[in-house]
């Protein structure tokens, strides 16, 4: 178990770039979670997938946020146009389909993004 | 709707004293309840949780917490703090079944003094 991994830990681009930060969660977890953590503040919750599904999104996740689970393991959030607000940093978590510990989340490192 | 309130955004203590840090939470529901520490630039990582069993719940590293229902609290203690616990600390509560997303309180940094 190597644990949730997320790629890069830091990313610095310039106002109006897209981005793309990639999660991989633990090897049986089928649940994925993205946060958004803003300094000062605890994480916000972004999105939600259960396999590859996505299944609950944040009104935080604007139309320039989007996250895919193409294959159920390895997940993608893409900023698109960014904006100076959108830096922050971005935590993955995954959970496994156990009853007893369904809700007990696995952080990754997180993604730390500035822009701009 | 669930929400979380950690009292003090900053706590600060010498090594060896007593750490409290408070979290108390509002819901609908007896939640699930957690308690997570963060150090600079990493992860959450979990310290320890509740989920409707035992009210006085034993963590990582020392740190305990114990679930009151009747003040809707979930304070993390440590009899003696050490150097290495300075980090932010954060309650998170979340619905009791099935799987649901994580509400985060704000955060309280954990400052301890030689």
């Known amino acids: 178990d190597t644990g949730v991994s997320q790629d890069p830990r830091h990313k610095i681009t310039k106002r109006g770039q897209n981005v793309t930060f990639r999660c991989d969660p633990i090897?049986?977890?089928?649940?994925l979670y993205w946060y958004r953590q803003t300094l000062g503040q605890g994480p916000e919750f972004l999105t939600y997938?259960?396999?590859?599904?996505?299944?609950?999104k944040s009104r935080l996740l604007s139309d320039r946020f989007s996250a895919e689970r193409p294959k159920g393991s390895f997940s993608t959030l893409e900023i698109q146009r960014t904006e100076q607000g959108d830096s922050a940093m971005y935590l993955c978590?995954?959970?496994?389909?156990?009853?007893?510990?369904?809700?007990?989340?696995?952080f990754g490192p997180g993604t730390r993004l500035t822009v701009l | 709707a669930q929400s979380v309130t950690q009292l003090g955004s900053h706590v600060s203590v010498s090594e060896g004293a007593l750490v409290l840090l408070r979290c108390n939470y509002s819901?609908?529901?007896?939640?699930?309840l957690f308690w997570y520490v963060q150090y600079p630039n990493q992860g959450l990582q979990l310290l320890l949780k509740?989920?409707?069993?035992?009210?006085l719940v034993k963590g990582i590293n020392g740190f305990e917490a114990e679930f009151k229902k009747s003040e809707t609290s979930f304070h993390l203690t440590k009899p003696s703090a050490h150097m290495s616990d300075a980090a932010e600390y954060f309650c998170?509560?979340?619905?009791?079944?099935?799987?649901?997303?994580?509400?985060f309180g704000k955060g309280t940094m954990l400052l301890v003094s030689p």
């Open positions: 978590a995954s959970s496994s389909p156990g009853t007893l510990w369904a809700n007990e989340q696995f």
């Open positions: 090897s049986e977890h089928n649940r």
């Open positions: 997938f259960q396999n590859e599904a996505q299944l609950e």
């Open positions: 819901s609908s529901v007896p939640p699930y």
């Open positions: 509740y989920t409707s069993a035992a009210t």
């Open positions: 998170a509560v979340t619905p009791p079944r099935g799987y649901s997303t994580l509400t």
